[in-house]
């Protein structure tokens, strides 16, 4: 009875090294392939670190359209109204800004269309629009230029129509860490401002087409009474630095 009791002991004790001994090969291998998918993330991730990023030209307006929207709205404004002043108007994409200085006689009753009294000395009227653009989305990262690209071609085009170019800059490359791993974007995004643009080349739509490189979108074209005509806009160029 004695030697019965040992062997089941010893029989109890093997099985449970065994099941051990397959819980920690279970273990191992669900180890291993959690460090391979790991791995395989981390590599995918950066490989294509363009999907952790937006793309905010992709879904910008073309340049060239909304530059002609823009001018043709512009340029319908009277240049006084009910004795106010145009001191400035912005147009966007989705707004039309149009600020009005006061001038003496001016009529307080009968405000410039849709304009409101924003003080004794100005009235601003706003403008809501949902124009239809064409898409830029076949404009993948591959096509964005150089940096270098980018800059002879807005000082070539600058000097070209006598304009200014200011606030022209790029950021580093945008990072983003998750769970461990740093990805970079593969563009730099950028900003730039042409000022004193001469008027007759708003409605000219060589110069939206001379605007159109790939990354670069058009924020807000406009017009004041003392500065003139001004565009801003953002552009992004192809980066290969990690910083």
Not at 175 to 190: E, H, L, R, S
Request: contains cysteine; proline residues 6%; glycine residues 6%.
């Amino acid at each position: 009875a004695g030697g019965g009791i040992a062997l089941v002991i010893a029989g109890a004790f093997v099985g449970n090294a065994y099941f051990q001994h397959r819980e920690e090969q279970r273990r191992l291998t669900n180890q291993t392939l959690s460090l391979q998918q790991e791995q395989q993330r981390r590599q995918y991730m950066q490989a294509h670190p363009e999907e952790q990023f937006a793309q905010p030209w992709r879904t910008s307006p073309p340049v060239a359209e909304l530059a002609a929207y823009c001018g043709e709205k512009l340029l319908e404004l009277p240049t006084a109204a009910s004795g106010w002043k145009l001191e400035r108007a912005i147009c966007s994409s989705s707004m039309l800004t149009v600020e009005w200085q006061f001038r003496p006689g001016a009529d307080f009753v009968r405000l410039p269309p849709h304009a409101s009294l924003e003080s004794v000395k100005q009235a601003v009227a706003r403008f809501q629009h949902q124009p239809v653009f064409s898409s830029r989305e076949a404009e993948t990262h591959e096509l964005l230029p150089s940096q270098a690209a980018i800059r002879s071609h807005l000082y070539q085009l600058t000097q070209n129509m006598g304009a200014l170019l200011s606030n022209f800059q790029f950021d580093k490359p945008e990072q983003k860490v998750m769970d461990k791993i740093t990805v970079f974007a593969p563009w730099q995004k950028g900003t730039w401002e042409l000022k004193s643009v001469p008027a007759s080349l708003l409605l000219d739509e060589s110069l939206g087409r001379a605007l159109s490189l790939p990354g670069l979108s058009l924020r807000e074209i406009v017009f004041s009474s003392s500065d003139g005509w001004t565009m801003r806009g953002d552009v992004y160029a192809a980066s290969h630095s990690q910083f």
